[in-house]
T-cell receptor, first 116, second 112 residues
Framework: GAVVSQHPSWVICKSGTSVKIECRSL??????MFWYRQFPKQSLMLMAT?????????EQGVEKDKFLINHASLTLSTLTVTSAHPEDSSFYIC????????????FGPGTRLTVL | AQSVSQHNHHVILSEAASLELGCNYS??????LFWYVQYPGQHLQLLLK??????LVKGIKGFEAEFIKSKFSFNLRKPSVQWSDTAEYFC??????????FGKGTRLHILP
């Protein structure tokens, strides 16, 4: 199956700093990438959908100025958490889909963010 | 609004017991259906999927699921569970041309 990687796998940062998380599709072109957030013992909540070369579409309640998403190439999307606060601590997961995946999303391993 | 409902939040079974996890969705149109598994400390993996055709879908590791359109259900089953099946299971629905919607997950704990 298609492979999606995320970097870093975990990050600890101080409150007020910004953190960038990368999502890469390793063996296929990802025309669409999704960013999810997973709180402990809860389901994945879609934050935003990004299509290559276009602005991301954010879900209701997600601050676009706080969670900056860039999908500049067919294999890379980035999520930047700006001015992070402890309540932003969570597990962030990306997924990707493209023509080669026939409408199936492939998930990255996730990035655990802890804001002190 | 579209939603996915998983009936059981936490299931505890002994090894060799049979498993059925319920999943219902609310969407009137054509959908793609998925079951994902998340083992402790690992990322989401696809167990099985239904796009069209035979409503009884076979997945990996002995899992299967049946799509019953009239009941808007896609229940996951396994005749005999193993300790290694301990994980969290997510049902997901992907209405065509729309985003994927996840259920809240069912935490399965298998007693050795």
């Amino acid at each position: 199956g298609a492979v999606v990687s995320q970097h870093p796998s975990w990050v600890i940062c101080k409150s007020g700093t910004s953190v960038k998380i990368e999502c890469r599709s390793l063996d296929f072109q990802a025309t669409t990438m999704f960013w999810y957030r997973q709180f402990p013992k809860q389901s994945l909540m879609l934050m935003a959908t990004s299509n290559e070369g276009s602005k991301a579409t954010y879900e209701q309640g997600v601050e676009k100025d706080k969670f900056l998403i860039n999908h500049a190439s067919l294999t890379l999307s980035t999520l930047t958490v700006t001015s992070a606060h402890p309540e932003d601590s969570s597990f962030y997961i990306c997924s990707a889909t493209g023509l080669a995946t026939y409408n199936e999303q492939f998930f990255g391993p996730g990035t655990r963010l802890t804001v002190l | 609004a579209q939603s996915v409902s998983q009936h059981n939040h936490h299931v505890i079974l002994s090894e060799a017991a049979s498993l059925e996890l319920g999943c219902n969705y609310s969407y009137g149109g054509t959908v793609n259906l998925f079951w994902y598994v998340q083992y402790p400390g690992q990322h989401l993996q696809l167990l099985l999927k239904y796009f069209s055709g035979d409503p009884l879908v076979k997945g990996i590791k002995g899992f299967e699921a049946e799509f019953i359109k009239s009941k808007f259900s896609f229940n996951l089953r396994k005749p005999s569970v193993q300790w290694s099946d301990t994980a969290e299971y997510f049902c997901a629905v992907n209405p065509h041309h729309d985003k994927i919607i996840f259920g809240k997950g069912t935490r399965l704990h298998i007693l050795p």
